[in-house]
């Protein structure tokens, strides 16, 4: 396996508190790796410092061979970086097909350069037919007219997720993808997300709380716990090992 | 899907209409009305030039009449100093003028302010270019540049006279409705839908791989070139250019304009500056009556129906045609929205 | 030596004018987040109320009455607080940052239209009551009487307010409101009381600040907006909402402009904007402010 990213002794504090502790995290292309721990653990502070939301006090991160460190999450994302958020982001007074219809044409404009910036009225043939086939594939189709505000909280992550595989990543970092789900809305998202990753040949980062998502996808499991990593490997192996058990249940 | 050929010939429905009452306006009223009318079609698209920054990148200036005034007064100095330039010349440093000083303050105002800082920092940046304005000897001071002829465009075969009002009266409603049609359609490009989307989440924006900061600073730029524009144009029609035109209550007219009209519509900037030019006329007998109107008017639109007139009148329309069952199943709230 | 002298004294005088206006503009902003533009237009209504009662009294006036129209303006500028909140901001809180700061222009928009229909567009002078009419010499310098007296009146507001804030039983709910409205509420506070209080307060600091000010200048429906850019660039070097730090903000915009003024003579007014942008650069959340988390 290559190796997609690689994160060197981060460390990160809100103020006086340090929130991440001098963590190495490896990520292999093509895995589907799942970050898991107790609330506060620092997932979603190590998220946000993979995807460039947030600055890094210490330490080096890189993707495919090249330092990113110092990069903004706009540059990341140009590097192949698709991601999505807890409480899903979506410009709410587009449509859903307009919201497609942007994240298509920003990507055509990373590729393109400003050549596709300019155009009249309509958006062109070709973006429109993207977002279409995207919408069936994600299953979107009915309100697509609709305020995408107005959509409902599944719909609102499928369409985040539909926007973030418009940009054709090479690495999807998904941040709780299921949260506050119904159990039949999360088993269809883990399909939905097991089917992308198989057809566009996705390495995947997530964090997640539920125990069926995170073992109906992971091939590779970290476990956080006060800011630190206490295990990596594969999903089996880390269920057994003895730490997890007693951060997890309590046992010794 | 989104009928977008509908979207277009309903907006081109509504700028034909508007351009052919300013056209026949001159036949039906006096020269001091028609000299309001030509007011009220700069303020349009200075009131466009304003939301562009507002409802596109979410950016609240407070301090737009800097570009209007250096525009203004960038075609006032060519005008009286450079006479053997051509018109067109002098438009174009005009805007360019404007274009300049937004990128100068543009480039350090965004690098760190946001939101209620922004505005006061534009605030603070226009009353800079106001005194400067006041104690340049170059620029007139306190009097301002007065005699400031009116053209003659030679096109070579033939010339186009513009010395009288009337005659610059519809270059006026020609040039403002070329570049209101150029903003409608930039808002409508990919550039366009762009911008709006950085307003609704900048974050998101950012996670789709975008520069968000340089490109608020591309729509500043552009709605300073904009408004200086129209100083530029206003400029012989009134022919003096005044320091008032740079203090800061211009710069609050565009924001009433659109707050008036609605923000959330292309046009409602457009509603706005007539129904403000329609306010101020009919109250001009009576000194703070205009202000108290417009205060009042503007408390109103912020407290009750935040989509200003436009909005409003829209979303009953929406509503009625909902009730009676005579609309398509397409709703009309979004469909219409921001076109 | 004098040159410096004057120029110190006119900083302080420059200072301590604008801190009187932004005083409560600045309490207004810590408690309930709105940069309020018709702070301006209140201060205008202050100062004119001030010179109708004055004009009432026949319109000469020992430094008593002076102080009397002063406060007068204060209680009726404090019962326009108390509308406005009931009317107007109240609304206000749950509305986007831009809206609710237009909503304050529109509403300065209406004082300035008030004045001119009330008290007309012409400039109307008031001249410092006698007591306060004359020249004090300390060396080669002379102070006027009327700017020691602003200067005084300032550094006194100052003193009042961080007794106020720090000491007594309103100052500290209002503070405890300020930092957490939510879990005041939860605590059982009346935190709409505790606004409205806050409020007419700050109009009424607003009102009395524009009859102490109204000598030495003339009064025109222009008068608000005059002061309230330098008193939002105050609160804003100050940080937004902290007495303390509108003071030394005060003092220290009214040292800039002055001596500023006093090098390049020909654009006075300029310094005190450079300083503004540049401070705000290097530090938007101002010198007395706390970094902004989010």
Redesign the interface.
């Known amino acids: 396996m290559t190796r997609m990213m690689e994160a060197r002794g981060i460390h990160k504090s809100y103020g006086p508190v340090r929130v991440l502790e001098d963590v190495d995290f490896d990520l292999e292309a093509g895995e589907a790796h799942v970050v898991i721990g107790p609330n506060g653990a620092g997932k979603t502070t190590l998220f946000r410092c993979l995807?460039g939301?947030s600055r890094i006090d210490g330490g080096t991160i890189t993707l495919a061979g090249e330092d990113i460190t110092g990069l903004?999450?706009?540059?990341r994302?140009?590097r192949g970086i698709?991601?999505s958020?807890q409480v899903a982001?979506?410009?709410?007074?587009?449509?859903a097909?307009?919201n497609l219809?942007?994240?298509i044409?920003?990507?055509?404009?990373?590729d393109k350069g400003l050549k596709?910036?300019?155009?009249?009225?309509?958006?062109r043939a070709a973006v429109?037919g993207e977002a279409e086939d995207l919408v069936v594939e994600l299953g979107l189709e009915g309100r697509?007219?609709?305020?995408a505000s107005t959509l409902s909280h599944g719909d609102k992550k499928r369409l985040e997720l539909a926007?973030s595989l418009a940009?054709k990543p090479k690495l999807l970092m998904l941040d709780e993808p299921t949260a506050g789900m119904s159990q039949s809305d999360r088993a269809e998202a883990v399909r939905l997300i097991a089917q992308v990753r198989e057809k566009y040949g996705l390495t995947l980062l997530l964090t997640e709380h539920d125990m069926e998502v995170v073992f109906g996808l992971a091939t590779r499991l970290t476990v956080l716990h006060h800011g630190a990593i206490i295990a990596s490997g594969e999903p089996h192996k880390v269920r057994a090992d003895a730490r997890v058990r007693e951060v997890y249940l309590g046992q010794h | 899907m989104i009928d977008y050929r509908r979207r277009m010939r309903a907006n081109l429905a509504i700028a034909v209409i508007g351009l052919v009452l300013f056209a026949v306006f001159p036949l039906v009223a006096n020269s001091g009305l028609v000299f309001l009318a030509g007011l009220v079609a700069v303020n349009i698209v200075f009131g466009l030039s304003w939301n562009l920054l507002f409802s596109g990148v979410g950016l609240l200036s407070f301090g737009h009449a800097m570009f209007f005034a250096g525009g203004a007064y960038a075609m006032a100095v060519v005008s009286l100093r450079l006479p053997d330039l051509p018109f067109a010349g002098g438009l174009l440093l005009g805007a360019m003028t404007g274009g300049i000083i937004a990128l100068v303050f543009g480039y350090i105002a965004l690098r760190r302010a946001s939101g209620v800082y922004f505005a006061v920092l534009t605030l603070a940046f226009s009353e800079l270019v106001h005194i400067v304005i006041t104690k340049t000897t170059f620029l007139g001071r306190n009097d301002g540049l007065v005699g400031i002829p009116r053209p003659v465009i030679n096109l070579g075969v033939a010339s186009i006279d513009l010395t009288s009002a009337l005659a610059y009266y519809y270059f006026i409603i020609v040039a403002m409705a070329v570049v209101a049609f150029a903003l409608w359609s930039f808002q409508n490009s990919p550039a366009g839908r762009l911008i709006q989307a950085i307003r609704q989440d900048p974050v998101r924006t950012a996670f789709l791989g975008t520069d968000v900061r340089s490109w608020q600073l591309t729509a500043f730029v552009l709605s300073g070139t904009i408004a200086a524009f129209c100083g530029a144009v206003m400029v012989p029609f009134a022919q003096i250019a005044s320091p008032e035109i740079a203090y800061w209550t211009v710069s609050t007219e565009p924001i009433l304009f659109t707050l008036l009209g609605g923000a959330g519509h292309f046009w409602g900037p457009a509603v706005g500056a007539i129904l403000f030019g329609a306010i101020d006329y009919a109250t001009r007998a009576l000194y703070g009556l205009s202000e108290i109107t417009v205060g009042m008017l503007l408390l109103g639109v912020v407290l009750l129906m935040p989509g200003g007139l436009l909005g409003f009148l829209l979303s009953r329309r929406t509503a009625a045609r909902r009730l009676t069952g005579s609309g398509k199943r397409v709703p009309m709230a979004n469909a219409e929205k921001a076109t | 030596m004098v040159d410096i002298g004057l120029t110190v004294f006119n900083g302080l005088a420059w200072g301590m004018a604008t801190f009187l206006v932004a005083a409560g503009l600045t309490l207004i902003f810590g408690i309930l987040h709105i940069l309020n533009f018709a702070h301006g237009g209140f201060f205008m209504i202050g100062a004119y109320v001030a010179y109708s009662v004055m004009l009432a009294f026949g319109g000469t006036m020992p430094l008593w009455l002076y102080l009397v129209a002063a406060i007068a303006a204060g209680i009726a500028v404090g019962g326009m607080g108390w509308g406005v909140d009931k009317l107007i901001l109240r609304r206000l809180r749950h509305v986007e940052d831009a809206y609710s700061l237009i909503a304050t222009y529109a509403l300065l928009l209406v004082c300035v239209g008030a004045v001119q229909l009330v008290w007309g567009l012409n400039y109307l002078s008031v001249m410092p009551p006698p007591a306060l009419n004359s020249v004090v010499f300390l060396g080669d310098m002379f102070m006027p009487t009327y700017t020691i007296f602003i200067i005084a009146c300032g550094i006194l507001a100052f003193i009042g307010l961080e007794i106020f804030i720090s000491h007594t039983e309103m100052g500290r709910l209002i503070r405890v409101v300020a930092a957490d409205p939510w879990m005041a509420k939860l605590l059982g506070l009346n935190v709409r009381r505790i606004y409205l209080v806050t409020v007419v307060f700050s109009f009424a600091l607003a009102g009395l600040a524009g009859g102490l000010l109204m000598a030495n200048q003339s009064l025109s429906p222009e008068l608000g907006g005059i002061f309230l850019l330098q008193a939002f660039g105050v609160v804003i070097v100050g940080g937004m909402g902290s007495i303390r730090g509108a003071f030394i903000a005060a003092i220290l915009l009214g040292m800039i402009e002055s001596f500023g003024t006093y090098f390049v003579p020909q654009y006075p007014g300029i310094f005190f904007l450079v300083a503004l942008a540049v401070i705000l650069l290097i530090k938007p959340e101002g010198i007395m402010g706390k970094e902004q988390t989010a």
Do not use: N, Y
């Open positions: 995807s939301e903004a999450g706009w540059q994302v140009k698709g991601r958020f982001r979506i410009f709410p007074d587009m449509s097909f307009e219809i942007v994240a044409e920003t990507r055509e404009r990373v596709s910036t300019f155009g009249l009225v309509a958006p429109r697509l007219d609709e305020p926007m940009l």
